[in-house]
């Protein structure tokens, strides 16, 4: 954390700002996760957006031609994150595994 912030709660509201408000909340994340915590370096997200930043963390799929994290594509379908990396753990081909209804109906 840089210097200005570690001594002065003032300083990081100056330079950040206050959590944004809303329904989803909000958590300061890093731009380049290896640099430091720092004004250049941070910006407030939202719990799901850093997620979707952790490419070590993501599995990407096709919905529609676009792709996606399975996370993104499973909330577009109506499934869970976790139904369809269990369906595909399976064996189930991507299009299978994003369909609301069984396999092979």
């Known amino acids: 954390m840089c210097d200005r912030w570690r001594y002065s709660f003032a300083n990081f509201l ?11 909340r909000y958590t300061l994340e ?13 910006e407030w997200a939202t719990y799901e ?9 993501n599995r990407y799929i096709k919905l529609r031609g676009r792709r996606m994290t399975i996370a993104q594509a499973a909330r577009k379908v109506g499934l869970t994150r ?23 109906k």
Do not use: H, I
């Open 82 to 104: 976790n139904a369809v990396y269990a369906r595909l753990r399976r064996g189930w081909s991507e299009k299978e595994a994003l369909r609301k209804t069984r396999r092979g």
């Open 30 to 42: 890093r731009k380049d996760s290896n640099g430091d915590y720092e004004p250049g370096n941070c």
């Open 14 to 24: 100056e330079d950040m700002g206050r959590r944004p408000k809303g329904k989803k």
């Open 49 to 57: 957006a850093q997620l979707n930043n952790r490419p070590s963390f």
